[in-house]
Each structure stands twice: as structure tokens, then as C-alpha cells.
């Protein structure tokens, strides 16, 4: 009955299952289905009757706040696609979340909001941003017609005249439109005012008469964000209910008037103004919460402004002094840069004692996520210490509980065991650490009494790139355990040997990498091995290995065992392998034996490749003098393989001497390989067609009827998927 009442149409449909979700009991089902048949009295069509559907959706949102939120998102144009931060952050302007003592609970706030709207069908999820469904936007529009004006995205090169200006509008937007005119004596008559939206809408120098402003005054949000406006009229200065004032990327703007008289403003946005060297009165807005100043003209404060901005929560600026931001006590995020390391460490100290709670970041690069405690620390020869630990003005501090470092030429460290235990530490960069030569533990064969001691138990990530002495990334007697480790990338380290020296202490009886899933070298030149044997019981996880341009690179696995560890190798899922010239054999018949999960293969430009699969292992096993003549009536199996390119091996002569039943692969690529002959593969046949393949690529029909696969028949079979 309900699918009747929502006419059959899909999105009325999903939205009222939505909003009845979790709806058990009879009577209320029994009450919605006469509140829809109600709402659909008299002769209405299905746009219309679909519309007061989605409005009794709407009007059954939990409070009136999310139903405001919701209203704010029919102010962007039709079929905006909108970032989620940017909505919580107008919603934050609006004044919909309040009364949070840090952003970060407003932004969780707001993230629950949407996520809300998102189940309910009001709104629809786009990789990180949201957006309206047109019929849902039209009932917004039409449940908050009294109140605004919306001429979002109609392409107006004028603003409207002041009759049409309703007195009691509340909500105005011009977004995005192309406004190259504002009548000179416009003032419009709207004293109830509060949300004016002209970003993106004012085009070629537009002048903004002083008039504009003059019956404005309860205006609380102001954006004119990427407007073409040289200067803001004067009466700006009177907006003294103004709580947000926005001019990100108003690439002209050169001046703003004085803004002592806002006291009522808590956010000021002038990202990007690169002509305006000042903001006057800035020093007395005392209830500023947000400050964003950078890519301005203004690359640093007059000593002694921020001290006044003591409720300031995010502050983003080209430069600080230490003395200033270690009087914002309530500061979350700061995307700065100091003058020197005296003037680092001293807010440094501060945020030590300002408690475990205390969120900041000190970037160069701003990231989607604001709510990571990073650091970024650029061009120091500088010793990295914890803070809290021994220190001098030889050392850069760094607070115990950061999330995110990124390090990049620092050349004052050998070794990062003074850093001290980093329990929040999720990743870690390193740039150019020129006399880097282990992370943590002894770098000598030699092994000494000291034990290193366990650094960062919840990194995720970890980067080295252009680490010249770095010869492990764990050494002699450092205790190798990183339950959360995911990713290890090392690239350009010309002196490396290995991720963990022989003498590395693992953790048993559990894993040292249990969820390690991928490891990238490149150009590493005197790496010889990827991974050592005795470092597989460790890697439960491991599934993607990339090795590219290492020139002395001859295997995956170093002294590969002859009998694998359970369970060892057994998630792996694609090998990468290029630019390897010493790299003679990709993997050992032993090790193809517990692959049963290998999805792709890519061998490409690696000169004195020989074959695929060897027998190394068995040669050891049965002495050199015994041939691996056996292994050619081998049948394995690579059940999940998808994919096999073999590209530019010129030494190539035999993939594997027995056969490998491929059931799923889909493509072959075999590519400037003149020696190959034999190819073991066997696929399923099925109605004399091959079910999964889709193509096999090779040189030209010469190398195809070079090419041994299986009996005449097979191959005729074959030829149809062939493409050069």
C-alpha cells in the first residue's frame, strides 16, 4: 500500500523504507499510510505527489537542527557535489552546531548529522562529498520558500533589484553565478537577514556599494568567497551580529575596513587574498575561533595580536612566534612555521603541558582530514628528541602523542632511538636523512649490550626516500615488533641491505608484521633480496611486492628455505617487478607451491631474467649433480592468477618446466621475450572457448606462431584472443 502511495517511483520508495526503518510496531505503520494518502488528496501528478512524500520524510527528521542542516544543502547549486568538511563547516557558521567545546566534537557532530541524512535517503554519498537528488532539492526549497531566496547557479549577470529583496528573508543565495553588476544605490530592506551567500557569483572588479550593507545589520554569515571585489565597503564594519566572515580566493581583495566593532565573529577566512598585507582590528575579536591567513598577502602578525585570541581553535598562517601561540590554550590545529628551533621547542613544551588531549598539526601541506596531531619538520641538521626527555638548543622537540611526521633533511640523525617510545605515531616519512643509517637498534654486525627499545606500536605507514647510509631499517638487537604496520615503501637508499639486520630481535611467538600487507623498493641499488627466510613467519599478511630499478636485486626471497614455514606467502597477491638487470629467476618452484592466492604477475626490463620458475631449492635438496628433469610432469596451480605480463626479458627461455593450471586468468601479455618458447599454462576449456580469458598480447604473428602452447588444437583454440 505504500508503494502505492509513493506512485511506484524508486526514489519515493527508497526514502519512505528509510525513514521506516527499524519500525516495527503496526500502528505506526498504519499512521504513516494515512499521513501519505492525506498528503496526496486532490489531483496531484507524480512530481508532486513524490515531493509531499519526501517532505513527510523530511518533517520526521530526529530534531530541528538536522532538519536545518538538511535545509542548508538546497542553498548550493542544483547538483553540486559538496565536501563533507565544507557543509560541517557552514553548518558550524550557521550556528546548527554549538555549544562544543573543541571543533573536533563539531565535526564528529556534523559528521553524524550527515550520515543521518545519507540513511534516510535526503541525501546521497559521493566519495567523501554529498549531493542532492533534484526532487529532493525542490522540496527543500519549497518547505524554506517564506523564509529565502535561492538563485543558485541561474547564471545571473546582475543582482536583483530591491523590490524583490522579501523583509522577512532569513536566507540569500547567489552562489556561482556571474554578477558583473551591483546597482549603486541597492540597499535591500531585509533586517532580518542572517545567511548571505555571493560566493563564486561576482565577476570583473565588482564594486560593492557602501549602501549594500547599511540595513543588514542581522547578518550573521557573509560569503564571498572567489569573488572578483577589490575592496569591501565600509559598512561592513557595523555588522556587529557577523559570526562568519569568508573571502577564501578573493585573488584582488587588497583592503578589508576596520573590523574592531565585529565582536560577535568567530570565523575569518582570507585564504588566498595575496594583495592584502592587513586586517585592522583583528587583535580585539575575542571570540575568534577560526583564522586562516594563509597564501594571503599577510605572512605573519604584529607581535602581541593573537594574544587576545584566546578562544582561537584553528589558526592557519605563513609564520609564528613561539612566545605568541603559547597563550592560545584552546588552539586544535596550527598550520604554521616558526622562525627557528628555540621558537619551535618553546611551543612544543607548551603542548607538553597542556595535555594528552591537546590536538595540533604543524604542516606545510593541508590534508582533507584537519584532525590529525602531524608534523611536518623541513631543512634541520637538528637531533629529533621527544618532548619531555633531555633536550638543548641542538635538538627539535617533537610532542609525545603525534600522529603524523614527516621529516625531511634532517641531517642531524643517525638513528631514531632518542626520538623515545611514540605511542600514537601512525606514519612516518623520512626525506633526505643523509646520515640515517637504521631507525632503530645497532647498525655493525657486531652486537652489542644495549637493547633498543620498541618505538611506535601503532604506525600504519612508513616511508624512507633518499636515505643515502641507510643500511636496515631495524638493526642488531632492536626488538622488531609493529602489530599495525601496513605499508613499508623505501626508495633511492643506495646502501640498504635489508628491512631487518640478522641480528633483529622478533617477537615470539607472535608475527612482527601481522598485518603487513605491502613493501615497495626502489632504486635501492645494493639490495640484494626483498625479504629474507627467516622473515617470513613474520609476514602472515603479506600481499603486494613491488621491486623497481634495483640493480643488484636477485630474488624475493633471500636463502629461500627448503621447506616454507605454514602458511608463509600464502595471502600474497601481485608481484611488480621491473628495471632488476641482476634478477635471474622470480620465484622457486618451492615458493610457487604456496601461492595458492597470486592474482597478477609483472615482470618488465630485466635483462638476465632466465626463467620465471626455477628449481633452485630442489637442486639443494638432491645434490647439483641431479637435473630437474622431474619437476617438467609437474602439474601446480595458481588458481586465482589474473593477469601474467612478461615484458622485455630478452634472456627469457621457459616460464616453468611443468604446467600451472590458470582456472581465472584473463590476460597474458608476453612482450619482446625472443627466447621464449614453451608456455606451460593451461587453461579450462569450455564449449571449445576459454570462459575467463580476454586477451593474450604479443609482438606480432610472428612471435605467436613461435610459441609452443600445448597441442595444435589448444592453440587454434587460442588464436581468437590474440592481439598484437
Same mark, same amino acid.
Given at each position: 500500500?505504500?508503494?502505492?502511495?509513493?506512485?511506484?517511483?524508486?526514489?519515493?520508495?527508497?526514502?519512505?523504507?528509510?525513514?521506516?526503518?527499524?519500525?516495527?510496531?503496526?500502528?505506526?505503520?498504519?499512521?504513516?499510510?494515512?499521513?501519505?494518502?492525506?498528503?496526496?488528496?486532490?489531483?496531484?501528478?507524480?512530481?508532486?505527489?513524490?515531493?509531499?512524500?519526501?517532505?513527510?520524510?523530511?518533517?520526521?527528521?530526529?530534531?530541528?537542527?538536522?532538519?536545518?542542516?538538511?535545509?542548508?544543502?538546497?542553498?548550493?547549486?542544483?547538483?553540486?557535489?559538496?565536501?563533507?568538511?565544507?557543509?560541517?563547516?557552514?553548518?558550524?557558521?550557521?550556528?546548527?552546531?554549538?555549544?562544543?567545546?573543541?571543533?573536533?566534537?563539531?565535526?564528529?557532530?556534523?559528521?553524524?548529522?550527515?550520515?543521518?541524512?545519507?540513511?534516510?535517503?535526503?541525501?546521497?554519498?559521493?566519495?567523501?562529498?554529498?549531493?542532492?537528488?533534484?526532487?529532493?532539492?525542490?522540496?527543500?526549497?519549497?518547505?524554506?520558500?517564506?523564509?529565502?531566496?535561492?538563485?543558485?547557479?541561474?547564471?545571473?549577470?546582475?543582482?536583483?533589484?530591491?523590490?524583490?529583496?522579501?523583509?522577512?528573508?532569513?536566507?540569500?543565495?547567489?552562489?556561482?553565478?556571474?554578477?558583473?553588476?551591483?546597482?549603486?544605490?541597492?540597499?535591500?530592506?531585509?533586517?532580518?537577514?542572517?545567511?548571505?551567500?555571493?560566493?563564486?557569483?561576482?565577476?570583473?572588479?565588482?564594486?560593492?556599494?557602501?549602501?549594500?550593507?547599511?540595513?543588514?545589520?542581522?547578518?550573521?554569515?557573509?560569503?564571498?568567497?572567489?569573488?572578483?571585489?577589490?575592496?569591501?565597503?565600509?559598512?561592513?564594519?557595523?555588522?556587529?551580529?557577523?559570526?562568519?566572515?569568508?573571502?577564501?580566493?578573493?585573488?584582488?581583495?587588497?583592503?578589508?575596513?576596520?573590523?574592531?566593532?565585529?565582536?560577535?565573529?568567530?570565523?575569518?577566512?582570507?585564504?588566498?587574498?595575496?594583495?592584502?598585507?592587513?586586517?585592522?582590528?583583528?587583535?580585539?575579536?575575542?571570540?575568534?575561533?577560526?583564522?586562516?591567513?594563509?597564501?594571503?598577502?599577510?605572512?605573519?602578525?604584529?607581535?602581541?595580536?593573537?594574544?587576545?585570541?584566546?578562544?582561537?581553535?584553528?589558526?592557519?598562517?605563513?609564520?609564528?612566534?613561539?612566545?605568541?601561540?603559547?597563550?592560545?590554550?584552546?588552539?586544535?590545529?596550527?598550520?604554521?612555521?616558526?622562525?627557528?628551533v628555540i621558537d619551535f621547542n618553546k611551543y612544543m613544551r607548551f603542548l607538553q603541558q597542556s595535555g594528552?588531549?591537546?590536538?595540533?598539526?604543524?604542516?606545510?601541506?593541508?590534508?582533507?582530514?584537519?584532525?590529525?596531531?602531524?608534523?611536518?619538520?623541513?631543512?634541520?641538521?637538528?637531533?629529533?628528541?621527544?618532548?619531555?626527555?633531555?633536550?638543548?638548543?641542538?635538538?627539535?622537540?617533537?610532542?609525545?602523542?603525534?600522529?603524523?611526521?614527516?621529516?625531511?633533511?634532517?641531517?642531524?640523525?643517525?638513528?631514531?632511538?632518542?626520538?623515545?617510545?611514540?605511542?600514537?605515531?601512525?606514519?612516518?616519512?623520512?626525506?633526505?636523512?643523509?646520515?640515517?643509517?637504521?631507525?632503530?637498534?645497532?647498525?655493525?654486525?657486531?652486537?652489542?649490550?644495549?637493547?633498543f627499545p620498541l618505538l611506535f606500536p601503532s604506525l600504519k605507514m612508513l616511508t624512507v626516500d633518499r636515505c643515502p647510509k641507510l643500511k636496515y631499517l631495524f638493526g642488531?638487537?632492536?626488538?622488531?615488533?609493529?602489530?599495525?604496520?601496513?605499508?613499508?615503501?623505501?626508495?633511492?637508499?643506495?646502501?640498504?641491505?635489508?628491512?631487518?639486520?640478522?641480528?633483529?630481535?622478533?617477537?615470539?611467538?607472535?608475527?612482527?608484521?601481522?598485518?603487513?600487507?605491502?613493501?615497495?623498493?626502489?632504486?635501492?641499488?645494493?639490495?640484494?633480496?626483498?625479504?629474507?627466510?627467516? !622473515? $617470513?613467519? &613474520? +609476514? %602472515? #599478511?603479506?600481499?603486494?611486492?613491488?621491486?623497481?630499478? =634495483?640493480?643488484? @636485486? /636477485?630474488?624475493? *626471497?633471500?636463502?629461500?628455505?627448503?621447506?616454507?614455514?605454514?602458511?608463509?606467502?600464502?595471502?600474497?597477491?601481485?608481484?611488480?617487478?621491473?628495471?632488476?638487470?641482476?634478477?635471474?629467476?622470480?620465484?622457486?618452484?618451492? !615458493? $610457487?607451491? &604456496? +601461492? %595458492? #592466492?597470486?592474482?597478477?604477475?609483472?615482470?618488465?626490463? =630485466?635483462?638476465? @631474467? /632466465?626463467?620465471? *620458475?626455477?628449481?633452485?631449492?630442489?637442486?639443494?635438496?638432491?645434490?647439483?649433480?641431479?637435473?630437474?628433469?622431474?619437476?617438467?610432469?609437474?602439474?601446480?596451480?595458481?588458481?586465482?592468477?589474473?593477469?601474467?605480463?612478461?615484458?622485455?626479458?630478452?634472456?627469457?627461455?621457459?616460464?616453468?618446466?611443468?604446467?600451472?593450471? =590458470?582456472?581465472?586468468?584473463?590476460?597474458?601479455?608476453?612482450?619482446?621475450?625472443?627466447?621464449?618458447?614453451?608456455?606451460?599454462?593451461?587453461?579450462?576449456?569450455?564449449?571449445?572457448?576459454?570462459?575467463?580469458?580476454?586477451?593474450?598480447?604479443?609482438?606480432?604473428?610472428?612471435?605467436?606462431?613461435?610459441?609452443?602452447?600445448?597441442?595444435?588444437?589448444?592453440?587454434?583454440?587460442?588464436?581468437?584472443?590474440?592481439?598484437?
Amino acid at each position: 500500500l505504500i508503494v502505492e502511495e509513493c506512485a511506484g517511483l524508486p526514489l519515493g520508495i527508497i526514502t519512505m523504507a528509510r525513514t521506516m526503518r527499524g519500525v516495527s510496531d503496526l500502528f505506526e505503520w498504519k499512521d504513516i499510510l494515512e499521513r501519505l494518502k492525506e498528503s496526496n488528496m486532490g489531483q496531484m501528478d507524480m512530481e508532486k505527489k513524490v515531493l509531499a512524500n519526501l517532505k513527510l520524510s523530511y518533517s520526521r527528521l530526529s530534531n530541528h537542527e538536522v532538519q536545518q542542516c538538511f535545509l542548508c544543502c538546497a542553498l548550493y547549486p542544483e547538483d553540486r557535489l559538496i565536501h563533507k568538511f565544507e557543509l560541517i563547516e557552514f553548518f558550524i557558521d550557521e550556528g546548527l552546531i554549538d555549544g562544543l567545546d573543541k571543533r573536533e566534537k563539531c565535526y564528529d557532530r556534523g559528521l553524524t548529522i550527515l550520515n543521518k541524512l545519507e540513511n534516510v535517503c535526503l541525501l546521497e554519498n559521493d566519495r567523501g562529498m554529498v549531493k542532492m537528488h533534484d526532487l529532493i532539492r525542490d522540496m527543500a526549497l519549497h518547505v524554506m520558500s517564506a523564509t529565502s531566496m535561492v538563485k543558485a547557479g541561474k547564471g545571473l549577470t546582475r543582482l536583483l533589484s530591491e523590490e524583490c529583496w522579501m523583509d522577512g528573508v532569513e536566507k540569500v543565495s547567489f552562489m556561482e553565478n556571474y554578477i558583473r553588476v551591483i546597482p549603486s544605490n541597492l540597499s535591500p530592506n531585509c533586517h532580518k537577514l542572517a545567511t548571505l551567500l555571493l560566493n563564486g557569483s561576482l565577476w570583473g572588479n565588482v564594486l560593492i556599494p557602501n549602501s549594500f550593507f547599511k540595513r543588514l545589520e542581522g547578518l550573521k554569515v557573509l560569503n564571498l568567497s572567489g569573488c572578483g571585489i577589490r575592496e569591501l565597503p565600509n559598512s561592513i564594519s557595523d555588522l556587529v551580529n557577523l559570526r562568519a566572515l569568508l573571502l577564501r580566493e578573493c585573488r584582488e581583495l587588497c583592503r578589508i575596513p576596520y573590523l574592531g566593532k565585529l565582536s560577535s565573529l568567530r570565523k575569518l577566512d582570507v585564504h588566498g587574498c595575496r594583495y592584502l598585507k592587513a586586517v585592522e582590528g583583528l587583535e580585539t575579536l575575542v571570540n575568534l575561533r577560526y583564522l586562516d591567513l594563509s597564501k594571503s598577502g599577510i605572512e605573519r602578525l604584529v607581535e602581541g595580536n593573537l594574544a587576545g585570541l584566546a578562544n582561537l581553535q584553528y589558526l592557519k598562517i605563513v609564520e609564528v612566534k613561539g612566545e605568541d601561540v603559547t597563550k592560545l590554550w584552546a588552539l586544535e590545529t596550527l598550520d604554521s612555521s616558526f622562525q627557528n628551533v628555540i621558537d619551535f621547542n618553546k611551543y612544543m613544551r607548551f603542548l607538553q603541558q597542556s595535555g594528552p588531549h591537546h590536538y595540533f598539526q604543524l604542516v606545510v601541506n593541508q590534508e582533507k582530514s584537519l584532525w590529525f596531531r602531524k608534523m611536518y619538520i623541513d631543512c634541520c641538521n637538528y637531533a629529533i628528541v621527544r618532548a619531555g626527555g633531555e633536550s638543548n638548543e641542538d635538538c627539535i622537540l617533537i610532542a609525545p602523542d603525534v600522529q603524523r611526521l614527516v621529516g625531511r633533511k634532517c641531517g642531524g640523525m643517525t638513528n631514531l632511538s632518542n626520538i623515545g617510545r611514540l605511542e600514537s605515531l601512525k606514519l612516518l616519512m623520512m626525506e633526505e636523512w643523509v646520515n640515517l643509517q637504521v631507525l632503530c637498534g645497532g647498525v655493525d654486525e657486531v652486537i652489542d649490550n644495549h637493547d633498543f627499545p620498541l618505538l611506535f606500536p601503532s604506525l600504519k605507514m612508513l616511508t624512507v626516500d633518499r636515505c643515502p647510509k641507510l643500511k636496515y631499517l631495524f638493526g642488531n638487537r632492536s626488538k622488531v615488533t609493529l602489530p599495525h604496520l601496513r605499508q613499508i615503501v623505501i626508495k633511492n637508499c643506495e646502501e640498504l641491505q635489508g628491512i631487518t639486520a640478522a641480528g633483529a630481535i622478533f617477537a615470539t611467538p607472535l608475527p612482527a608484521f601481522p598485518n603487513l600487507e605491502k613493501i615497495v623498493i626502489e632504486r635501492c641499488a645494493n639490495m640484494k633480496s626483498v625479504v629474507e627466510s627467516e !622473515l $617470513l613467519p &613474520h +609476514l %602472515p #599478511n603479506l600481499r603486494d611486492v613491488t621491486v623497481q630499478h =634495483c640493480e643488484k @636485486m /636477485e630474488e624475493i *626471497i633471500g636463502r629461500a628455505p627448503q621447506a616454507m614455514p605454514p602458511g608463509a606467502l600464502s595471502l600474497l597477491t601481485y608481484l611488480w617487478i621491473e628495471r632488476c638487470p641482476n634478477m635471474q629467476k622470480l620465484l622457486t618452484h618451492e !615458493l $610457487l607451491l &604456496h +601461492l %595458492p #592466492n597470486i592474482q597478477g604477475i609483472l615482470v618488465h626490463d =630485466c635483462k638476465r @631474467m /632466465e626463467e620465471i *620458475i626455477g628449481c633452485e631449492g630442489q637442486r639443494r635438496q638432491l645434490g647439483d649433480e641431479v637435473s630437474c628433469k622431474n619437476i617438467s610432469t609437474t602439474h601446480s596451480s595458481l588458481p586465482k592468477l589474473n593477469f601474467l605480463n612478461l615484458i622485455t626479458l630478452p634472456e627469457l627461455e621457459g616460464i616453468y618446466d611443468g604446467t600451472i593450471n =590458470c582456472d581465472s586468468i584473463q590476460n597474458i601479455g608476453l612482450l619482446d621475450c625472443p627466447k621464449l618458447k614453451r608456455i606451460p599454462l593451461h587453461l579450462p576449456i569450455l564449449n571449445n572457448s576459454f570462459p575467463s580469458l580476454r586477451e593474450i598480447v604479443v609482438d606480432d604473428e610472428e612471435s605467436w606462431e613461435s610459441l609452443e602452447w600445448g597441442p595444435p588444437p589448444v592453440k587454434s583454440l587460442l588464436r581468437p584472443f590474440v592481439v598484437f
